[in-house]
């Protein structure tokens, strides 16, 4: 993962990991599954990649985008 930089405070941004009320990662839609399971409704996903400041606490979350 690239180095982010705190846009509030210039500082490098630190990875961590971040999950749900039930301990799973977060993840997004990025839209509908062909063939069969498109059909019921299943989507694809990425994961989310989440880095935060040392200095003033900002958390910010990116998508895995190839």
Do not use: F
Not at 25 to 32: L, M
């Amino acid at each position: 993962m690239e180095q982010r930089r705190c846009p509030d405070c210039g500082v490098t941004m630190e990875g961590v990991t971040v999950r749900d009320g039930e301990g799973m990662k977060p993840s997004i839609a990025t839209g509908k599954r062909d063939g069969l399971l498109g059909k019921i409704g299943l989507q694809n996903t990425t994961k989310l990649r989440s880095v935060c400041c040392p200095e003033c606490g900002l958390v910010r979350l990116y998508a895995d985008v190839e």
